[in-house]
């Protein structure tokens, strides 16, 4: 028996769940505890119970679109093509360990389409900034940094007063905290390495969140988480949501998810003319074609403005 039918009888009995298995502890040397963590979850929620006991031969055969038109009926788009991406890269691996023949062209991801991206106004910034500044507490400064810098959620929870160089005049982001699913019933928090190589960055800090910061920095010390001044207390995401949503009532803003502070910034960053690399690099996005796609859409007036010049 050649090498080729060894290792084809290897894989004649194995089953998908197996198969994933053997792939996760793959992938766990080369990624963050908090991707290990979503990866598992993924496969135990919506590959295992449809795929898990089949073996090669029924793998080979299997319609893998009749399970994306089951997902598509329950979840997003976006929620269905991150699951695809994780059973595309298990059945290739598959593929090249087993030497199974499974097509994955064949296996089409539904199209995500692009949601509006919703700013504050001016009005609403500027109420949210007087009542965050009034208020003074690390909770509304947080608000404050996140809409001057497009810091993400995980990472002003994640903050402490050692990130902040008041010399250099930097905001050092290096990590991010979310809660994570570890099995369908349990979560758990993860304090990890920020989301990309890209995103581990340092933000300059302006005049107005340096002046603000330096004054409250007296009282805390290099270790203290920056929403809570504790050096083991910390907020998590979905509570500092909460919070926020408070904020923005006690202020008379709107109801926005959080995120909308990061999207003003950038958005704020593009109008005052600033080049598409730095803000890229100071949201931490990992190409300059996720912030193009995102915050760069010229306006009817932009485009009449240049054809007025021909």
């Known amino acids: 028996m050649n090498v080729l039918d060894k290792i084809k009888n290897r894989g004649k009995s194995i089953k998908f769940e197996q198969i994933a298995v053997e792939w996760l502890e793959m992938k766990r040397m080369?990624?963050?505890?908090?991707?290990?963590?979503?990866?598992?979850y993924c496969i135990d929620k919506y590959l295992k119970n449809e795929l898990g006991k089949l073996k090669r031969r029924k793998l080979e055969k299997y319609n893998y679109n009749e399970l994306t038109n089951k997902l598509t009926k329950e979840l997003s788009s976006k929620t269905v093509k991150e699951i695809l991406n994780v059973l595309k890269s298990i059945?290739?691996?598959?593929?090249?360990?087993?030497?199974?023949?499974?097509n994955l062209d064949l296996i089409i991801s539904p199209k995500v389409r692009s949601k509006e991206i919703k700013v504050l106004s001016n009005k609403e910034v500027n109420k949210l900034e007087k009542y965050c500044l009034e208020e003074n507490s690390l909770k509304s400064l947080g608000i404050l940094i996140c809409l001057n810098t497009g810091l993400r959620i995980g990472e002003i929870?994640?903050?402490?007063?050692?990130?902040?160089?008041?010399e250099k005049k930097l905001i050092n982001i290096k990590k991010t905290l979310q809660r994570v699913y570890t099995t369908e019933k349990k979560t758990?928090?993860?304090?990890?390495?920020?989301?990309?190589?890209?995103?581990?960055?340092?933000?300059?800090?302006?005049?107005k969140i340096y002046h603000v910061l330096k004054g409250v920095s007296k009282r805390q010390e290099p270790e203290f988480f920056f929403l809570t001044g504790s050096k083991y207390q910390f907020i998590e995401p979905r509570s500092y949501q909460n919070m926020f949503?408070?904020?923005?009532?006690?202020?008379?803003?709107?109801?926005?998810?959080?995120?909308?502070l990061r999207h003003t910034f950038a958005t704020n960053c593009i109008k005052v003319g600033m080049d598409i690399k730095s803000l890229s690099e100071i949201l931490g996005h990992a190409s300059v074609d996720v912030t193009l796609n995102r915050y760069v859409h010229s306006s009817y007036e932009m485009k009449k403005k240049y054809l007025e010049k021909l």
């Not at 059945?91 to 499974?102: F, V």
């Open 245 to 260: 949503k408070r904020i923005l009532k006690e202020s008379k803003v709107k109801e926005y998810n959080f995120h909308v």
């Open 157 to 166: 929870c994640a903050l402490k007063w050692a990130d902040i160089d008041f």
């Open 30 to 40: 080369t990624i963050k505890q908090s991707t290990y963590y979503k990866y598992a």
């Open 91 to 102: 059945l290739k691996y598959a593929n090249q360990r087993y030497n199974m023949n499974i």
């Open 188 to 207: 758990r928090i993860i304090l990890d390495s920020s989301k990309t190589d890209s995103s581990i960055r340092a933000i300059p800090m302006s005049d």
